[in-house]
């Protein structure tokens, strides 16, 4: 593959040379062209910005130069080739895994580092409409940095390490995070049994001793969807534990779910009259008129299997904070409990908060011990004091 990056700054390339993206450019798969854009600038100053048409702070940088640049790069391939110019950016598409799938099959990637408030806008057109290159705008996440080049050097990292040949071990690239939608499972190396402070060993979960592959292969994947569960729940729902609830109808409640909500909340909420030692729990009073009352003033998801209500969550913004996303009634029928779908559940009802949610909110019995461990697992932590509602504690987690 063929990658020219132009860049006010050179140096700041240098990395590319080290490690294994150094050696793939030794070995010969990855050639590798780093150009100064002031190259083409003509002024005694080699000056590629000027302020701002329309006023506004910072300068911008001026289109001759990258013009020049872009046409210098796009003819010094092989007659009639064409690179695929990429424009880091952070109003850009997202850079992904699959994105960086995507351009690995390229033959041939331009990379224009902006400083400053960026490019002039022109450069784009002139860029596709003239040179004929395919543009693409891509943003390293939702942050701003000063230039292009550090999202050259991950760009350029995650792509070339696609390559055939430049990571000695293929088979690594197969399981990673993010190629199917989850998060890697934790990994482990020796000695299995790690004395961290005197006296205090951490061991190696046993599993992985075992030399059983089909339960290590289980429990890596669990591994995987917890860890996707805790860490990244917007993930969750259009990955594999998704798929666990791809084969439920998940569906936004009506007034006739009603009766069954009622009925599925008696089932689900005496486990945690038990657990408290009390009756007096507002799912398990509830009449239908108040169940309905919740309809309204919350967004409500029901799960159903063959017809069957089996689960359901709600939320909504927090009433005094309009940065608390508030969780509540996540519910799975007694029979389908065990198998990861609350979990599931939770993270769906997390990854419908709106943009503005700084943390999630939810609420649960002050010893309901079996919900602590699950809410504590999925990230939630309990606030300090008393809950919202007598007996029981609130727990947060911030939002990612
Ligand atoms: N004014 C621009 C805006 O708000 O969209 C930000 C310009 S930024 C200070 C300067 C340059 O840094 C951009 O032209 C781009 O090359 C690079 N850059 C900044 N944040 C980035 C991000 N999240 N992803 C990729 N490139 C980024």
Request: glycine share 10%; charged share 20%; with cysteine.
């Amino acid at each position: 593959m063929r990658i020219d990056v132009v860049t006010i700054f050179p140096d700041y390339l240098a990395p590319l040379d080290l490690s294994l993206i150094g050696k793939a450019r030794r070995d010969g798969l990855l050639d590798v062209h780093v150009h100064d854009l002031r190259d083409f600038a003509h002024d005694r100053h080699r000056s590629v910005d000027d302020t701002p048409y329309g006023g506004g702070a910072g300068m911008v940088m001026k289109p001759q130069p990258w013009a020049e640049a872009l046409q210098h790069v796009g003819g010094s391939g092989p007659q009639g080739a064409r690179p695929r110019l990429v424009v880091p950016g952070p109003g850009g598409m997202p850079f992904t895994q699959a994105l960086a799938g995507e351009l690995a099959e390229e033959p041939w990637l331009t990379f224009a580092c902006g400083r400053y408030e960026g490019i002039d806008e022109r450069v784009y057109d002139y860029a596709a409409d003239e040179l004929g290159l395919e543009v693409s705008v891509v943003s390293l996440g939702d942050y701003v940095l000063n230039g292009g080049e550090v999202a050259v050097l991950a760009m350029v990292e995650a792509v070339a390490r696609l390559l055939p040949g430049v990571i000695g071990n293929a088979e690594s690239l197969v399981e990673e995070s993010h190629e199917d939608g989850l998060l890697e499972y934790p990994v482990y190396t020796k000695p299995a049994a790690w004395e961290s402070a005197p006296g205090h060993i951490r061991e190696v979960p046993p599993v992985l001793l075992s030399g059983d592959h089909g339960a290590i292969a289980n429990w890596r994947h669990q591994q995987r969807l917890e860890r996707t569960a805790a860490r990244r729940p917007d993930l969750l729902h259009s990955s594999h534990a998704g798929a666990v609830l791809a084969d439920f109808d998940l569906a936004t409640a009506t007034p006739a779910d009603v009766p069954e909500l009622l009925t599925l909340s008696r089932a689900c909420w005496v486990t945690e009259a038990r657990a408290n030692g009390t009756l007096d729990i507002p799912p398990l009073l509830e009449t239908l008129e108040e169940v309905a009352a919740g309809i309204a003033a919350w967004t409500t998801w029901t799960m159903r299997a063959g017809g069957r209500l089996v689960g359901s969550v709600r939320a909504r913004v927090a009433p005094d904070d309009d940065s608390l996303w508030q969780i509540g009634r996540l519910m799975v029928a007694p029979d389908l409990q065990g198998r990861g779908l609350g979990r599931a559940l939770l993270a769906f009802g997390e990854a419908q908060a709106p943009p503005g949610t700084a943390a999630y909110w939810l609420n649960t019995g002050a010893r309901s011990d079996r919900n602590l461990r699950i809410y504590r697992k999925a990230g939630y932590r309990v606030r300090p004091g008393v809950g919202s509602i007598p007996g029981t504690v609130d727990l947060t987690k911030p939002r990612r």
